[in-house]
Nanobody, 125 residues
Framework: PPRLVVSGGDSVQTGGSLRLSCVVS???????MGWFRQAPGKEREGVAT???????TINTSVKGRFTISKDNTKNTLYLQMNSLQPWDTAMYYC????????????????????WGQGTQVTVSS
């Protein structure tokens, strides 16, 4: 399995921006990639996914504020987060789905993915 190393979490004020990065140890083009988040006491939820072809699926709660992208040459996945709100506070995770890289992997069972470690994003009002 690939190793996924996440960075970029921080504490920001409402309205601020952050960019998360996820470096993958194998060719990122072999996977459908995704960002997930889990707030205290809540289930892990999908934030955004991107197929090997670059097609994206975005959670409606972050649409227009968050952008998922990737750089195949650097095997790196990004999540640009703008207009952050307190309810965006969560641990954010990067994940790779290997079985159907050209199809959207949004909404699949969490067991379908390889996971990186989380990075904490805290948004204060």
């Amino acid at each position: 399995p690939p190793r996924l190393v996440v960075s970029g979490g921080d504490s920001v004020q409402t309205g601020g921006s952050l960019r998360l990065s996820c470096v993958v140890s194998k060719p990122i083009s072999d996977y459908c990639m995704g960002w997930f988040r889990q707030a205290p006491g809540k289930e892990r939820e999908g934030v955004a996914t991107i197929t090997s072809n670059g097609d994206t699926t975005i959670n409606t709660s972050v649409k227009g504020r968050f952008t998922i992208s990737k750089d195949n040459t650097k095997n790196t996945l990004y999540l640009q987060m703008n207009s952050l709100q307190p309810w965006d506070t969560a641990m954010y995770y990067c994940a790779a789905e290997p079985f159907r890289p050209q199809e959207s992997c949004y909404g699949l069972s969490l067991s379908s993915y390889y996971w990186g470690q989380g990075t904490q994003v805290t948004v204060s009002s």
